[in-house]
Every structure is written in structure tokens, then in C-alpha cells.
């Protein structure tokens, strides 16, 4: 009697689990321990499986109470996921300017009269956007052979007002410039001009109600500013030629000054150079080049600047009265018979050389060669703007920019030793959403989710969509063999 009732017990026990996944609609629960998952076979009978939140089938439904009451079902509610509207940021003049003139940001002794002081000052541009959301910098650095120029040259002027439309806080800095003529003064001028250029960003990242994104700092250059926005990113204290002194200035002009304090994030070098290719594999910073090759100025592959000039042939009088009275002034001036230097400046490596160098150590460069024009593309021979040629380069480097504000893309990827884990592996993530086709987020955080996947789902894949902390948006997605 006894073994008869056992058996009636079991026959019951499996009609109420049976009768139980016949009360719950197929589809996915949540509960306190993890997910149940009731789903109809292939013959169309009711089947359940429950699973904790890190593991497979923690125990089949035949053998326990799927009573909505007893276990506290709750229908499973995804996590939230959209894709975010495309954003193609810093590529269109959208922003109206704002425009401070005469900043200082530095006092400093002069070149050539180490008796007086002056102020280093630049004009700032800044995007109207009503955003809080941190901006990128870019520098802009004047050319004249670190003996002239300023920072209200028409085409600086222009082109900061233009990147500062797309959304950048751009700034046009002063630096000191002039120098005797020997190669120790023009080596010293140069790198003055490097620690006033540093010196300008580390004020600009202090100035907190900017909102400058201090991982997005971007250099730009013509011909000399071409020469110091190459060396904000490469030069470092190491590579400082002897001769170069060490200065008591109260400032800024320490030798110790030239640590930077940031990276910069990519450079456009307008007919610059780089005194010494060594300092090319020091970083991996993107950069893109603009230069005729055949610059009588600044060579196009290496050489001493000024070597090849002429101011008769290569300087028309019309238009360019100051920028040929410095020329003038260079190669007029002879080096002291006592001095050893043959050249004004030191040997230069230009872009032609600078492109291959960086390509060869796998850096990202992209360099447009203007055959047989002069040393500044920006002017026609009667010293007035080219603007279509002054277009193209400004719209060529914002797309260059634009495309570096991240330094890797997304890439979503499942994790070799842990296939539940899906990872992006990218700290310029702000926010991202995640989503699961035949399975189930079990965990979850900005940069990887862990996830289970129903071997009979017929699709399985794991996506994300988010955005950068430069504003632009990306989306992802990877397709899941499951056996």
C-alpha cells in the first residue's frame, strides 16, 4: 500500500510541475536568483529551465515549482538600448564665435635685450554652444622664421575663427621671436618659441571655465609655427641640443619649463620641419603635412633653410614688404669670421622626410605635396590670400582632426578565455547601451558585459552603441557561434 501511495506521490508531483509550466507564458522571467526561460519543444510541449546569473541550468523545471507566487516570476525586462544619432562633430562650421583679443599668459625677458620684459599674449576663439561638454584646443603658431610674424595675420585670424565654428577652443599665440644671426642664436630662438607655445597650453587647461578636454589638444603650424607645433608633440627634454641655455627667468623660461605637462593629440605642419628625425619615435602622435617641394625656405626634405633662397627671385616685392624685409635681413647678415657656423640655422628635416620617417615607425601621416609652387601655399605671387588653396588645407586638416579626436575606434570583441564576457577595451567611453539577440545580460558595466546565450535561439549576438567623451557616437556589433 505504501509503495502504491509513492508512486501516486510521483504521478503528481509531475502532473503540478507539468500543470505549472502550462500556467506561465513561454517567454523569460526574472527571479531572485537568476532567469527562468519556459519555451515550447519542437513537439510543442511546455519546457522550463532556470539559471543562475554566472552559470548555465541550475535546475529543470520538472522538479521544481515554477508557482509565480512561490518563486516571485517577474517578466524579464531588457536593459534599455538605442542607437545614438550619428554624430559627425567637429566637421561642420555650426557655432557662433566668440573672439578675446590680447590674452597674456606669460612675462618674460625678451630675445635680444635680457634687460626688458615683455608679455606673451594670443587671441582666443571659443565655440557659442551652450554645451558642457569639454571642447577640444587647437594651437595655432605663426610663421617668419623666428624673427617676425604675430598672431593677427589675416590667415591665422580666419583659420582659428573657422576651427573654433566646428566646435574648438583655438587659440593664436604670440611667441618671442628674433635672434643674431649664428646658429647657436636661431637654435635658441627656436626653442624659446617651443617653451612660450607649451607655456600658453598650460595656461589654457588652468582656465577651467573653458572647458578644455586636456586629452585633446591639437597643434598647428606655418613654416616656424610649423617648426614648434612639430616639436610641442615629438621634442622632449632629452633631445635639447647643449647650446641651448638654461635661462633664470621667474617664469617660464627655464629649460625645465619645456616638460610639457600634456600630450598632444595631432599636429597639421603647414611647410614645417624637425631639427632631428630621432625625435619622430619618441610618441606616436597623427600628423598631416602641407608643403611645395621645391620650398626655397624650408626644404622639403633636408637641408639648411634659407639655403636656396634667393629674395630677388623668390620674394616679389608686391604684398610681402614685411615678410621680405626678414628675409632680407637673414641673408644679408654675415656669420662673425670668429665663428665656426656656416649656416644660420641648423640642418632641418622637412615634410617630405618627416612623412616617410613616420610611416616607417607606424605612425599615422598623411602628407599633400604642391609641385613646383612657392614656400607660403596660403598667398598667390602678389601677396594676397589663395583662398581656394587656404580652403582645401583648412577643411583637409578639420578632417583630419575630426577623425583623431578618438585614438581607437570601438571594437566590441568576445573574450578568448571567457566567451560569456564581451569586452571594448576603450577609456574614451563616456556612456554605451548593450544589447542581446538569444540571450541575456547577466552583468554589466561601461566597458564589458557578461552574457548568456540560448543554445536553441536561432541568433545570437551581442551589440553596443554609445558615446565618446569627445560628443561623437559609435555602434558595434559581433555575431556568436553557439554550440
Not at 210 to 216: E, F, W
Not at 240 to 250: A, C, N, Q, S
Not at 366 to 380: A, K, S, V
Not at 460 to 469: A, D, L, R
Request: charged letters at 25%.
Amino acid at each position: 500500500m505504501k509503495r502504491i501511495c509513492n508512486i501516486c506521490l510521483c504521478f503528481l508531483a509531475a502532473f503540478l510541475a507539468f500543470a505549472c509550466v502550462r500556467s506561465v507564458e513561454p517567454g523569460l522571467y526574472s527571479v531572485k536568483d537568476g532567469f527562468v526561460r519556459v519555451y515550447l519543444d519542437s513537439l510543442g510541449n511546455p519546457k522550463a529551465l532556470m539559471y543562475r546569473d554566472t552559470s548555465s541550468v541550475w535546475a529543470d523545471t520538472v522538479s521544481v515549482d515554477l508557482k509565480a507566487e512561490k518563486l516571485a516570476l517577474k517578466p524579464y525586462e531588457a536593459p534599455e538600448f538605442h542607437l545614438f544619432p550619428l554624430r559627425e562633430l567637429y566637421r561642420d562650421p555650426v557655432y557662433k564665435v566668440g573672439e578675446t583679443q590680447d590674452v597674456v599668459y606669460g612675462r618674460v625677458v625678451q630675445n635680444l635685450d635680457k634687460d626688458r620684459r615683455m608679455d606673451l599674449k594670443m587671441d582666443l576663439y571659443v565655440p557659442y554652444d551652450g554645451s558642457t561638454v569639454a571642447r577640444p584646443l587647437l594651437v595655432m603658431l605663426h610663421g617668419g622664421a623666428f624673427r617676425g610674424g604675430n598672431k593677427r595675420d589675416s590667415s591665422l585670424v580666419e583659420w582659428c575663427r573657422y576651427f573654433a565654428s566646428l566646435g574648438f577652443v583655438a587659440a593664436s599665440v604670440d611667441y618671442r621671436h628674433g635672434y643674431r644671426c649664428r646658429q647657436k642664436d636661431t637654435d635658441e630662438a627656436m626653442f624659446r618659441a617651443l617653451k612660450d607655445a607649451n607655456a600658453a597650453v598650460r595656461f589654457l587647461l588652468n582656465r577651467d571655465s573653458l572647458l578644455i578636454h586636456s586629452d585633446r589638444i591639437f597643434t598647428a603650424g606655418v613654416d616656424a609655427g610649423g617648426i614648434t607645433a612639430l616639436n610641442m608633440a615629438y621634442m622632449r627634454e632629452e633631445n635639447l641640443p647643449e647650446i641651448v641655455t638654461e635661462e633664470k627667468d621667474t617664469t617660464i623660461v627655464t629649460r625645465q619649463s619645456l616638460l610639457r605637462g600634456f600630450d598632444v593629440r595631432a599636429v597639421a605642419n603647414l611647410w614645417g620641419a624637425v631639427p632631428d628625425t630621432a625625435i619622430l619615435s619618441n610618441a606616436k602622435i597623427p600628423v598631416i603635412s602641407f608643403q611645395s617641394d621645391e620650398d626655397s625656405m624650408v626644404p622639403f626634405k633636408a637641408g639648411h633653410p634659407f639655403d636656396y633662397l634667393e629674395v630677388e627671385e623668390d620674394v616679389p616685392e608686391d604684398g610681402w614688404e614685411v615678410f621680405r624685409s626678414i628675409l632680407e635681413s637673414i641673408v644679408s647678415i654675415f656669420v662673425p669670421e670668429e665663428s665656426e657656423d656656416v649656416h644660420v640655422f641648423r640642418e632641418m628635416y622637412g615634410s617630405g622626410i618627416i612623412h616617410r620617417v613616420l610611416r616607417r615607425l607606424g605612425t599615422s601621416s598623411e602628407l599633400y605635396t604642391y609641385p613646383g609652387m612657392r614656400h607660403d601655399l596660403f598667398l598667390r605671387d602678389d601677396g594676397t590670400v589663395d583662398f581656394p588653396m587656404y580652403d582645401e588645407i583648412k577643411e583637409q586638416t578639420a578632417s583630419f582632426f575630426a577623425s583623431r579626436m578618438v585614438v581607437a575606434p570601438v571594437s566590441l570583441r568576445q573574450d578568448t578565455e571567457d566567451p560569456q564576457l564581451f569586452i571594448i577595451d576603450n577609456s574614451e567611453v563616456e556612456t554605451c547601451l548593450w544589447h542581446v539577440e538569444g540571450g541575456v545580460l547577466i552583468g554589466k558595466g561601461n566597458d564589458a558585459v557578461r552574457v548568456l546565450l540560448f543554445p536553441d535561439a536561432p541568433v545570437h549576438s551581442v551589440s553596443v552603441s554609445g558615446v565618446y567623451t569627445s560628443g561623437q557616437t559609435f555602434y558595434d556589433t559581433v555575431t556568436v557561434d553557439v554550440e
